[in-house]
């Protein structure tokens, strides 16, 4: 069933453990990240970031996860990762998109305030959860800009105010991790996140997943962390059991044969996640 993030994410950090928000880039995508919510039996969150949207649109997007989430007794989540903007939080939500992401950390602290806030109040009188996000996450998400190396940490005591004034509903926090692929290995600030949590009430999100250390999610969780991103772990998965099928039959012409094999590494890999997330059997 499609449901908002909003009880997924309070019976998540009731439970000290965390929803998966996987990142879904087709309907091969889609179906697979169901799969493995159905095995373990996980509540699950499927995302599209704006990139993803601009290359099919919110409606074929919406369409799709609503014919998943349909199929099965699970709660389904569909949310806006990495919202640009006003306009674009406010058509996911009338497409039908059951939670969104208004990111303003590439502008400075005031102006992120502002903009979350104008997201945050039409949003919360339509019943949608909204995410907001203060700090950096590093790497570069979408076709965004390139975090750099702009001090990336969100302050604890700027978090307090932030979601007092904004009245958002989960902050993804930068406290180490960056999207894309990591060169060396990631390290989370453990300490951080405990301060942050220490003043913030809300759910705790946490970007840039991909390649981390199960052992640093788990602790992050354990610090608060309700909600954990994956996208370009699926991406990888995907490639790689398509790529692996045609290698071996390159004559092949059926776009159905090669993509069973990539849904098949994408379910493995959100299964595994979602044990280490402590989601499986939470549905
Ligand atoms: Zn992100």
């Known amino acids: 069933m499609l449901v908002t993030t909003k009880d997924m994410l309070l019976d998540a950090q009731k439970g000290h453990y965390a929803v998966g928000a996987f990142n879904v880039e087709n309907l091969e995508f889609v179906m697979a990240v169901l799969a493995a919510a159905e095995e373990r039996h996980s509540p699950v969150i499927m995302q599209t970031t704006p990139g993803t949207v601009k290359y ?35 058509q996911a939500i009338h497409t039908g998109y059951t939670s969104v992401m208004i990111d303003g950390s590439h502008v400075p602290f005031e102006q992120n305030m502002e903009l979350t806030e104008s997201v945050c109040k039409p949003a919360a009188a339509m019943g949608i959860p909204v995410e907001a996000e203060l700090g950096k996450v590093g ?22 105010e932030f979601v007092e004034r904004t009245g958002c ?22 300490e951080i996140l405990k301060e942050i949590r220490s003043k913030v009430s809300i759910p705790l999100v946490l970007h840039g997943t991909s390649g981390v250390p199960d052992d640093q999610v788990f ?6 962390i309700c909600k954990v991103n994956y996208a370009t772990e699926l991406r990888q998965a995907f490639t790689k059991g398509y790529m692996a099928y045609m290698a071996e039959n390159p004559d092949c012409f059926d776009p159905k044969k090669p993509s069973k094999e990539g849904m098949a590494e994408i379910q493995k890999v959100v299964s595994s996640h979602m044990d280490n997330l402590g989601s499986s059997h939470k549905a």
């Open 56 to 90: 099919a649109g919110l409606d074929y997007f919406y369409g799709m996860v609503k014919a998943a989430a349909e199929r099965t007794d699970i709660p389904v989540a569909l949310h806006l990762d990495h919202g640009d903007g006003f306009d674009r939080c406010m």
């Open 169 to 190: 509903t989960s902050l993804a926090v930068g406290v180490g991790t960056a999207h894309g692929v990591y060169k060396g290995t990631p390290h989370i600030e453990q």
């Open 139 to 160: 790497g570069k998400e979408d076709d965004g800009p390139d975090a750099g190396k702009e001090n990336p940490f969100t302050d604890p005591d700027e978090a307090v």
């Open 219 to 224: 602790t992050a969780i354990e610090n608060g």
